[in-house]
C-alpha cells in the first residue's frame, strides 16, 4: 500500500492511525462483568472501585473532547476497537453494548457521522482471553486468583503479544491510502512497532500512557 512520489522528495505517507489508550470498564467485560467487579471489589474496596470508575469517566471525557477537536472527515475513517471480534456483525456488538459503555456509545456516535466500524481482533484469541480471565477470576479469593495469575503469566503475555500482532495484521490490511483510523486499545498493548512504517501514528493525548498517569 505504498504510494510513491515520483520526483526527488520522499514517500509520502497517507495512512494515518490516532491512537486512544484506553481503561476498560466492568460493562465492557460482556459475560465477565459480574467477576470482575468483585475482584475488584475485594481488592480495592468501594471507595477504590468508585475512584476508579471516576477516573475511567475523566478518560473517556478527555477522548471525547479530544475527537471532537480534531478535523476529519469521517466518511474515511475507519475505527479499531480492543475486543471487537473479526465478523459479519460487528455493528450489531457495538450497538448492543452502547447501553452500558461509554466507549461504545462513543463508537455508534463516530459511526453515525459516517464512519466505519471494523473488526478488529481474532475471535479465537480472544476466546483464549476469556477463558483464561475466567480460571482468574472464579478461583476465589484474592491470595489465590493472585497464585494462578502468577502462574499463568507467561501464557497471558504470550496472548496478549499474539493479540498485538493480530490486532496490527488487521489495520496494516485494512487502512487503505487516504484513510484514517481510530485506534481504542487497552493500555497493555503495544502495536507502534508492528504497523506498516507507512502508517503515521498520531497520540493526540501527548503520549500513549502518561497523561492517564496524571490523572491517576
Same mark, same amino acid.
Given at each position: 500500500?505504498k #504510494?510513491?512520489?515520483k520526483?526527488?522528495?520522499?514517500?509520502?505517507?497517507?495512512?494515518?492511525?490516532?491512537?486512544?489508550?484506553?481503561?476498560?470498564?466492568?460493562?465492557?467485560?460482556? #459475560? /465477565?462483568?459480574?467477576?470482575? *467487579? *468483585? +475482584?475488584?471489589l475485594?481488592?480495592?474496596? $468501594?471507595?477504590?472501585?468508585?475512584? %476508579?470508575?471516576?477516573?475511567?469517566?475523566?478518560?473517556w471525557?478527555?477522548?471525547?473532547k479530544?475527537?471532537?477537536?480534531? =478535523?476529519?472527515?469521517f466518511?474515511?475513517v #475507519?475505527?479499531?476497537?480492543?475486543?471487537?471480534?473479526?465478523?459479519g456483525?460487528?455493528?450489531?456488538?457495538?450497538?448492543d /453494548?452502547?447501553?452500558?459503555? !461509554?466507549?461504545?456509545? $462513543? &463508537?455508534? *456516535?463516530?459511526?453515525?457521522?459516517?464512519a466505519?466500524?471494523?473488526?478488529?481482533?481474532?475471535?479465537? $484469541?480472544?476466546?483464549?482471553?476469556?477463558? &483464561? +480471565?475466567? %480460571?482468574?477470576?472464579?478461583?476465589?479469593?484474592?491470595?489465590?486468583?493472585?497464585?494462578?495469575?502468577?502462574?499463568?503469566k507467561?501464557v497471558?503475555d504470550? $496472548?496478549?503479544k #499474539? *493479540? =498485538?500482532?493480530?490486532?496490527? =495484521? !488487521?489495520?496494516?490490511?485494512?487502512?487503505?491510502?487516504?484513510?484514517?483510523?481510530i485506534?481504542?486499545?487497552?493500555?497493555?498493548?503495544?502495536?507502534?512497532?508492528? &504497523?506498516?512504517?507507512?502508517?503515521k501514528?498520531?497520540?493526540?493525548?501527548?503520549?500513549?500512557?502518561?497523561r492517564? =498517569?496524571r490523572?491517576?
Amino acid at each position: 500500500m505504498k #504510494r510513491i512520489n515520483k520526483g526527488a522528495g520522499p514517500e509520502v505517507i497517507d495512512r494515518k492511525l490516532i491512537y486512544f489508550p484506553i481503561i476498560h470498564t466492568e460493562a465492557d467485560m460482556g #459475560r /465477565l462483568s459480574g467477576l470482575v *467487579r *468483585r +475482584a475488584a471489589l475485594q481488592k480495592l474496596g $468501594l471507595r477504590g472501585l468508585k475512584n %476508579k470508575a471516576n477516573l475511567i469517566d475523566k478518560i473517556w471525557t478527555v477522548i471525547e473532547k479530544t475527537i471532537e477537536g480534531l =478535523d476529519l472527515s469521517f466518511e474515511k475513517v #475507519r475505527l479499531y476497537q480492543d475486543g471487537l471480534p473479526v465478523c459479519g456483525h460487528a455493528s450489531g456488538i457495538v450497538a448492543d /453494548l452502547a447501553a452500558e459503555s !461509554r466507549n461504545h456509545r $462513543l &463508537l455508534m *456516535r463516530l459511526m453515525d457521522k459516517g464512519a466505519v466500524i471494523m473488526g478488529t481482533e481474532s475471535p479465537e $484469541l480472544l476466546l483464549e482471553e476469556y477463558e &483464561l +480471565a475466567k %480460571k482468574i477470576l472464579t478461583a476465589g479469593g484474592n491470595l489465590k486468583s493472585m497464585k494462578i495469575e502468577a502462574h499463568q503469566k507467561p501464557v497471558s503475555d504470550s $496472548l496478549l503479544k #499474539r *493479540r =498485538d500482532q493480530s490486532i496490527a =495484521d !488487521r489495520i496494516n490490511a485494512t487502512l487503505c491510502p487516504g484513510e484514517t483510523g481510530i485506534l481504542f486499545l487497552g493500555m497493555l498493548h503495544s502495536l507502534g512497532h508492528l &504497523l506498516d512504517e507507512q502508517i503515521k501514528v498520531i497520540y493526540p493525548i501527548t503520549g500513549p500512557f502518561n497523561r492517564w =498517569d496524571r490523572m491517576a
